[in-house]
């Protein structure tokens, strides 16, 4: 059974940064492309940032490049976002998401992930 348990939400001021962590468990971080998402009140969920197997990349949303950065830890089968300069538009609750590797497909698509993990609360606010 493929579990994905986020954790590292918190509130932090203007500013600030968090390091959110994603730890997997029933399956290898290897075989999966994984793509944080967030989603804040009203709003839709949106693609924040993604590796991408099969062609080696980390996508961005425009509104957080140059600010998070994410990155997987194979030993430790769990992913990372690192977020900084952190505004009260990055407030949300953040999802990890993954799939099975392979084919091509659009990242930034909640629909094209198959397992979820339960979400942590980021709140930005002095």
């Known amino acids: 059974q493929v579990q994905l348990v986020e954790s590292g939400g918190g509130l932090v001021q203007p500013g600030g940064s968090l390091r959110l962590s994603c730890a997997f468990s029933?399956?290898?971080?290897?075989?999966?492309?994984i793509a944080w998402f967030r989603q804040a009140p009203g709003k839709e969920r949106e693609g924040v940032s993604g590796?991408?197997?099969?062609?080696?990349?980390?996508p961005h949303a425009n509104s957080v490049k140059g600010r998070f950065g994410i990155s997987g830890d194979n030993a430790a089968n769990t992913v990372y976002l690192r977020m900084n300069s952190l505004n009260p538009e990055d407030t949300a609750v953040y999802y990890c998401?993954?799939?099975?590797?392979?084919?091509?497909?659009?990242?930034?698509?909640?629909?094209?992930?198959?397992?979820w993990g339960q979400g942590t609360q980021v709140t930005v606010s002095s």
């Open positions: 998401a993954a799939k099975i590797t392979g084919g091509s497909y659009t990242w930034d698509d909640p629909r094209e992930y198959e397992y």
């Open positions: 590796i991408v197997v099969s062609d080696g990349v980390t």
């Open positions: 029933g399956v290898i971080l290897n075989y999966l492309d």
